[in-house]
């Protein structure tokens, strides 16, 4: 037993806790799974290409998970690319280009160039492509030219990720989507019985000394602040533990969430806001929080504004409408009916809804400057 104060062990395997760890089983994710296996065995594995593949989900839903542990299962006769899909088709090919073993230069090649030479090393061999957080390469790039080059190349499947369900309302090119023309799976959020239960899967593998108490309250917190992202449920658990064993404490408790809660919510704001895309709603969000416009007219003429003077496309008021639909939905803004006055119909508000407006502000300003 450690003396008060200093360091403890309360895992044996921390790593377990870890949100990029796939564990071996998936709870309530069996269907899925099961899904997603049947292209791999009745199709795949027998030489018949599969149906490209389209997995939509709020984040920390568990379609990555998913789509790592069938890979895993699975020996693919050919060449297996996951990837991040974010920034320029050339950057993403040239990502997939590395994980088979094909060197491309960094720079210097157009896509054109890069596509040829990728596409004669790999050959005539079996490709598996799977673009994770899909949308954030068709936001950079709406013509979508490597998904064309991809779906019309013989032999190939590609499963697409992504936490926007109208992610493909972001190609403007109908022969991508033409080509494409994915079979959809979409992934509910969890509930927080279904969070709680992962988590108690992960503190079993982990040989963590947990409260029960505090995994629920990890899972309760998960759902009310972040939709029942388990990516979030685990962080706070894994800073709940690291805190508690920085104490000296022997077990984890509902007072070591208490305090992780602050650190997580921080790294929460950060990771939700770098994947919105495009970055258009990140100008919106500008507007509401930090020029406290609530008049939606105003914000798509603010949002627009400013993306001009950042060398971005111009959107209509229609699709920008849409991207605020988008954020109200993912609960970084609050749309109300202020009412009505005569011919002009209803009058709408749009107000912010995250608590930490600084942070929201400061974070916004940093991911703009990246642009």
């Known amino acids: 037993m450690s003396p008060p104060g200093s360091p403890s062990v309360l895992a044996e395997h921390p790593e377990y806790l870890s949100p990029e760890y796939t564990p071996e089983e998936l ?5 899925d799974v099961e899904n997603l296996s049947f292209y791999f065995e009745n199709r795949l594995l027998r030489g018949v290409t599969p149906p490209h593949i389209l997995i939509t989900g709020p984040s920390g839903s568990g379609k ?74 068709l936001a950079a790039e709406p013509e979508a030219p490597l998904l064309y080059f991809l779906t019309r190349r013989p032999k190939t499947w590609v499963i697409g990720l992504s936490n926007n369900y109208s992610a493909l309302s972001l190609v403007k090119d109908e022969r991508v ?17 279904q969070v709680r239960d992962i988590l ?8 963590a000394q947990v409260k029960d108490e505090a995994v629920s309250m990890c899972a309760a917190v998960s759902v009310s602040t972040a939709g029942g992202d388990v990516r979030y449920a685990l962080n706070l658990l894994s800073s709940a533990v690291q805190l508690a064993e920085k104490a000296g404490d022997h077990v984890v408790g509902e007072r070591h969430v208490e305090t992780a809660k602050e650190e997580v919510e921080r790294g929460y704001i950060l990771r939700s806001l770098t994947a919105l895309q495009p970055p258009h709603k990140l100008l919106l969000l500008k507007g509401v929080y930090e020029q406290r416009i609530s008049s939606p007219s105003q914000l798509y003429e603010y949002a627009n504004t400013q993306a001009r003077r950042l060398g971005l496309s111009v959107y209509t008021y229609k699709r920008l409408s849409e991207f605020l639909n988008n954020l109200h939905v993912e609960g970084w803004v609050k749309i109300t009916r202020r009412g009505a006055t005569g011919r002009r119909g209803v009058l709408w508000e749009v107000l912010p809804t995250e608590e930490d407006i600084d942070l929201v502000k400061a974070t916004i300003d940093k991911l703009l400057t990246q642009l």
């Open 64 to 137: 990555t998970a998913t789509v790592k542990h069938v890979l895993a299962k699975h020996r693919v006769p050919g060449f297996v690319a996951y990837t991040v899909a974010t920034g320029s088709g050339v950057k993403v090919l040239r990502s997939c280009a590395s994980e088979v073993g094909v060197r491309l230069p960094v720079r210097g090649l157009s896509l054109d160039e890069a596509w040829e030479r990728f596409d004669s090393e790999v050959g005539g061999s079996l490709l598996v492509v799977v673009l994770d957080e899909l949308d954030k390469m």
């Open 200 to 207: 108690q899967h992960r503190v079993i593998l982990a040989g």
């Open 177 to 193: 989507l033409s080509s494409f023309n994915p079979w959809r799976m979409v992934f509910d959020p969890y509930t927080v019985d």
């Open 27 to 31: 709870p309530h994710r069996e269907r």
